[in-house]
């Protein structure tokens, strides 16, 4: 069974910092694409980064670009988010999801984690 599972979130103040976790199981994790979304109340979700297990390819939104760092640790199973600077628009609900395409797109996703919550205060 495909899982996973998201850690890291909370409360933060405007400038501060947070690491999200991605934790997966159940599938080849060097065949997959992992990306964060996330969710802010009354907004579609957005992509905002993503990362090749297999070659460690990145890509990153202009919203986040310089600001959040995606890394992987192929040993254990974990992608991280690396998100400084925070802003209060960067408040939500952040979702790590899998796909098998080597470089998905946003809509390419096929297993999805339970989300986390950030949230920014100003």
């Known amino acids: 069974e495909v899982q996973l599972v998201e850690s890291g979130g909370g409360l933060v103040q405007a400038g501060g910092s947070l690491r999200l976790s991605c934790a997966a199981s159940?599938?080849?994790?060097?065949?997959?694409?992992i990306g964060w979304f996330r969710q802010a109340p009354g907004k579609e979700r957005e992509g905002v980064s993503c990362i090749s297990s297999s070659d460690g390819s990145t890509y990153y939104e202009d919203s986040v670009k310089g600001r959040f760092t995606i890394s992987s640790d192929n040993a254990k199973n974990t992608v991280y988010l690396q998100m400084n600077s925070l802003r209060p628009e960067d408040t939500a609900v952040y979702y790590c999801?899998?796909?098998?395409?080597?470089?998905?797109?946003?809509?390419?996703?096929?297993?999805w984690g339970q989300g986390t919550q950030v949230t920014v205060s100003s």
């Open positions: 159940g599938f080849t994790f060097d065949d997959y694409a």
């Open positions: 999801a899998a796909s098998v395409v080597v470089a998905p797109g946003w809509g390419e996703y096929d297993y």
